[in-house]
């Protein structure tokens, strides 16, 4: 990230004194939207981030200046005071999310950019309140918890961006940690740190360049659908709070009660919550085939019983299975975005410059490739 360009931008317009901050996109091995159902994730924060320069300003009101939209906002801090802005309203939720938790936020100055590509699975809004939850908690003192500053950025997403998101992003984005990916239990909120080095081994990112106007809408859709799943069951099993509670079994028992849709959705959840314990096994005996195979049925699941995939990622899916790729599948939310890849070193060249050209040949357009770094979350940087 270029922090000299924010640098630059923040001393011409408030002068110098500012702190600056950051906070990382992230990708999830394997336990796609498992978070909301209380099961396991496996995400790490990438070198991918978003970088803030922030400085008191001694007034009631926020102003601030995105360099990658080019635009700048000022905004009162009370509940009326929304930004019309859907970049701002990040930073606008995060500082009402903090202000409900008893923290103490008066008016500051920034600007910010970030090189996490939009719309591309990589939570790049999640970094941006991470970013801005930790340099708040920071700056004001306020002494919260790094679990509750993931909840800000969640909150965030919920009350004042419309998506009923789990903590998955922002406690990858908070927690994150060089070299290590982390398995949270998100019933629990266990933690472990896995360092991952697959040895012999390139994580790749492949970007369909999708992107799906409705899929804020389709992914609480797909929360709904779990949760009617999750209340059917729990009639029979009153110790069901969530679908990562759930035996198979006790899904079949219900099959007639719930439309078949929820059914498919939940049949989904309940196997990928395994195959993370699974993923999780395989990576301790160093078996990074069985973590592959595990990637494909995670796309499987998501292409055809949870339906968040497109025929882009289906084809990128392919080729990587034809093409010797040993583990990918869609990462994220899905609707678009994009695939993440287990690519045997002596391969990895050869099927980036292979998946480039079939993807261009059958959709006009390129995709975009990220090698992926696990790296730290969270931080201040100066
Ligand atoms: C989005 C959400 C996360 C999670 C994933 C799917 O990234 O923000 O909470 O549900 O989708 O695993």
Known sequence: MNTE??????????????????SAGRINLIGEH?????????????????????????????????????????????????PSEQWACYLFGVIRETIKRGGVVKGFDTVFAGDVPLGAGLSSSAALESTFAFAINDIFENGIDKFTLAKIGQSTEHNYCGVKCGIMDQFASVFGRKGSLIRLNCKTLEYKYFPFDPKGYKLVLVDSCVKHELASSAYNARRESCERAAAAIKKNHPEVDFLSDCKRVWLDEVRDEISSEDFLRAEYVIGEVQRVLDVCDALERNDYEIVGEMMYQTHFGLSKLYEVSCE???????????????????????????????????LYSRFVSDVRAAFAEKFGHQPKIYDVVISDGARKLD
């Open 34 to 82: 498992t978070d909301y159902n209380g099961g396991y994730v496996f995400p790490g924060a990438i070198d991918k981030c978003i970088v803030a320069e922030i400085k008191l300003n001694g007034t009631d009101k926020v102003r601030a200046f995105s360099l990658d939209y080019d635009a700048s906002v000022e905004f009162g801090m009370a509940e009326e005071d929304k």
């Open 5 to 22: 360009k924010i640098h630059e931008k923040f001393v011409s317009l408030y002068g110098e004194g500012g702190r600056t901050y950051s």
């Open 312 to 346: 882009e990622l289906d084809f990128l899916n392919k080729f990587a299975r034809l093409n010797g790729v040993t583990g990918s599948r869609v990462m994220g939310g899905g609707f678009g975005g994009c695939t993440i890849n287990l690519v045997k070193e002596e």
